[in-house]
Nanobody, 123 residues
Framework: QVQLVESGGASVQPGESLRLSCAGS????????IYWVRQAPGKGLEWVSG????????????????RFTVSLKGRFRASRDDANNMVYLDMTDLQPEDSGRYFC????????RGPGTQVTVST
């Protein structure tokens, strides 16, 4: 059974940074793309970023390009930590419009996702 658990959400001020983590279990982690999706209050799911197994590909929504970095190890632009089934999303220059619940998922639409972690950006 696919299980995903997100962590790292917090309340921050505009311009600050956060790192989100996603832990996967119950499936062959390295065979999947892992995506980050978010949901602002009252809105639908929005795809944010994704990383290919073994870190061979990364994709970003236009709204976060240049500010968010998805990785597998706990460092910017490092390769995927399949041995520990972890994916990270490093977010910089956070803005109020980045607020929402962030989920990691095995599909871009977020249908198969974890419970999420809350990110709130406000003054």
């Amino acid at each position: 059974q696919v299980q995903l658990v997100e962590s790292g959400g917090a309340s921050v001020q505009p311009g600050e940074s956060l790192r989100l983590s996603c832990a996967g279990s119950g499936f062959y982690f390295s065979s999947y793309w892992i995506y980050w999706v978010r949901q602002a209050p009252g809105k639908g799911l929005e795809w944010v970023s994704g990383i290919h197994s073994l870190g061979r590909g990364k994709v970003y929504a236009d709204s976060v390009k240049g500010r968010f970095t998805v990785s597998l190890k706990g460092r910017f632009r490092a390769s995927r930590d399949d041995a520990n089934n972890m994916v990270y999303l490093d977010m910089t220059d956070l803005q109020p419009e980045d607020s929402g619940r962030y989920f990691c998922a095995t599909d871009k639409s977020g249908l198969n996702r974890g419970p999420g972690t809350q990110v709130t950006v406000s003054t």
